[in-house]
């Protein structure tokens, strides 16, 4: 089991900028793709962006797509998501994840296709 860490949360004003970070201890992530999902109070938990292992290849939900971008770092077992013009909408708790399965993840994942967790980090933008 892998263990995932995440940090970089806080309060920020609309249209400022965060960055989330997220390190992996325990068993190793290599060859797994990892991601960011978010719930904001009430809702469902939902995809915000993945990368993949094998090529760095990325995929994004629409509401962030031009606005946030998701990398890793493989030396330092880091994920990273750069949010940018951010807005009252993306109020909500991140949390990162360690795909359930080796290899590249479907461009529209699930939760069940991720199968370690963070403990998450609160992410409250203002008007």
């Known amino acids: 089991q892998v263990q995932l860490v995440e940090s970089g949360g806080g309060l920020v004003q609309a249209g400022g900028s965060l960055r989330l970070s997220c390190t992996a201890s325990g068993r190793t992530v290599r060859g797994y793709a990892m991601g960011w999902f978010r719930q904001a109070p009430g809702k469902e938990r939902e995809f915000v962006a993945t990368?993949?292992?094998?090529?760095?290849?990325?995929n994004y939900a629409d509401s962030v797509k031009g606005r946030f971008t998701i990398s890793r770092d493989n030396a330092k077992n880091t994920l990273y998501l750069q949010m940018n013009s951010l807005n009252p909408e993306d109020t909500a708790v991140y949390y990162c994840?360690?795909?359930?399965?080796?290899?590249?993840?479907?461009?529209?994942?699930?939760?069940?296709?991720?199968?370690?967790w963070g403990q998450g980090t609160q992410v409250t933008v203002s008007s």
């Open positions: 990368i993949n292992w094998s090529d760095g290849s990325t």
């Open positions: 994840a360690s795909s359930r399965l080796l290899g590249d993840i479907t461009p529209t994942p699930k939760v069940s296709d991720f199968g370690s």
